[in-house]
Nanobody, 116 residues
Framework: QVQLVESGGGSVQPGGSLRLSCAAS????????MGWFRQAPGKQRELVAT????????IYADFVKGRFFISRDNAKNTVYLQMNSMKPEDTAIYYC?????????WGQGTLVTVSS
């Protein structure tokens, strides 16, 4: 089965940048829409951004518009999240989601912290 692995998480200062990657591996027969979600302690998971297949239409949550950018490389079955001008409230575990082989898949998450 296809698995998703996130990478690129870490700690940054306010105003800094970070880029997350999510790579899919396994017996991939089809690969569809992908997205990023995040969950802060004690809060529900929320949508950050999505990118569709095949037209690469993007959707962003209001709180990241103009700061975060989602992209994908279908040949590599990878989705990216470029995060700029980061704020302390961006601190959360970020999860990658994808549709592959007709199934919804989730990565294990990567921790992002923004603090001084």
């Amino acid at each position: 089965q296809v698995q998703l692995v996130e990478s690129g998480g870490g700690s940054v200062q306010p105003g800094g940048s970070l880029r997350l990657s999510c790579a899919a591996s396994g017996d991939i027969l089809s690969f569809g829409a992908m997205g990023w979600f995040r969950q802060a302690p004690g809060k529900q998971r929320e949508l950050v951004a999505t990118i569709s297949t095949p037209n690469n239409m993007t959707i962003y949550a209001d709180f990241v518009k103009g700061r975060f950018f989602i992209s994908r490389d279908n040949a590599k079955n990878t989705v990216y999240l470029q995060m700029n001008s980061m704020k302390p409230e961006d601190t959360a575990i970020y999860y990658c989601k994808a549709v592959s082989n007709g199934r919804e898949l989730w990565g294990q998450g990567t921790l992002v912290t923004v603090s001084s």
